[in-house]
C-alpha cells in the first residue's frame, strides 16, 4: 500500500485512503490471477478495503485477538490444505443418501466433515450403518461432537487428517473439499479403497479420471461426482 501512495504522489494525483485502497486492492487481483485459484480474487480485492476501515473503526486490540483466536479454531490448517470450511446442503445430503447402497449395513465417512450435518442426517437415515466424519479445525469438530452428544446420535466425530485414515476400511467416502485436494485425495484412494467401494465428490472432479456416475442434487445445482472401485 506504501508503494502505490508513493507512485500516486509522484504523480500528482491526489487521492484519499479509499482510493489508494480500491487501486491497492485491484493490483493485488490482476497479479494474482494467474496463479492462485479463483476463491481468492476477492479476498485479495477487499482485504486493502478491509484494513482501512478497520482503522477508521479504532477498535482495541483485544478484538482482534479475539478474531484471530475464533478464525484459528474455526479454519485452523486451511493455509497448508487449501480446504476452506464448505457445508453441503440438505438437496446434497439427500442425493448422497440416494447413492448408498441399502441392501446392507455401511462404514461411511465424511472427510472434512464441518459441522457435521451431513453425518449426523446420515445417521438418522441408517442406524443400522457406521457413520463417521473427520474434521481438523478444532471448533467445527467440538460443535459437531457436541451436536452429536445432545441429539443422542450414533454419529462418530473424529478430529485429525484424513490423510492419517486407512481408506480400506469404508465402504462409502464422501469429499467436500477443494480442486487443490483433488489429485492427492484420489491418489490415496485408488491406492487403500477395496474393492466394491465408492468415493463421491461434491462440486470437485478429479482431473484426469472420469466419474463411473454424475448426479446433480437439484435443478441448476452442482453434481457429485461418484468413482466406484
Not at 446434497?92 to 466433515?113: E, K, M, N, T, Y
Not at 466419474?211 to 468413482?227: E, F, I, K, R
Request: aromatic letters at 12%.
Amino acid at each position: 500500500m506504501l508503494l502505490t501512495v508513493f507512485v500516486t504522489a509522484r504523480a500528482g494525483i491526489g487521492v484519499g485512503y479509499v482510493h489508494v485502497a480500491l487501486l491497492q486492492g485491484l493490483l493485488a487481483a490482476v497479479i494474482s490471477w494467474p496463479r492462485l485459484a479463483r476463491w481468492w480474487l476477492p479476498i485479495q480485492f477487499l482485504f486493502p478495503l478491509a484494513l482501512v476501515a478497520a482503522h477508521r473503526l479504532d477498535l482495541p486490540p483485544s478484538v482482534f485477538m479475539a478474531a484471530f483466536l475464533l478464525l484459528l479454531l474455526v479454519f485452523w490448517s486451511t493455509f497448508r490444505t487449501q480446504v476452506p470450511y464448505y457445508p453441503s446442503s440438505r438437496a446434497v445430503r439427500d442425493a448422497f443418501a440416494r447413492l448408498l447402497p441399502q441392501d446392507r449395513p455401511l462404514c461411511v465417512i465424511d472427510i472434512g466433515s464441518g459441522l457435521g450435518g451431513l453425518v449426523l442426517d446420515l445417521a438418522r437415515r441408517r442406524p443400522e450403518s457406521r457413520a463417521s466424519g473427520i474434521e481438523l479445525a478444532p471448533l467445527p469438530w467440538l460443535v459437531s461432537r457436541l451436536r452429536a452428544a445432545c441429539s443422542g446420535s450414533q454419529a462418530v466425530f473424529l478430529r485429525g487428517d484424513y490423510e492419517t485414515l486407512d481408506f480400506g476400511q469404508y465402504d462409502a467416502i464422501f469429499a467436500y473439499l477443494s480442486p487443490a485436494a483433488m489429485e492427492a485425495l484420489w491418489r490415496k484412494a485408488a491406492r487403500e479403497m477395496r474393492p466394491g467401494s465408492m468415493l463421491v465428490s461434491y462440486e470437485f472432479p478429479v482431473p484426469g479420471h472420469e466419474p463411473n456416475l454424475c448426479v446433480v442434487p437439484t435443478d441448476g445445482a452442482l453434481p457429485l461426482y461418484v468413482w466406484h472401485f
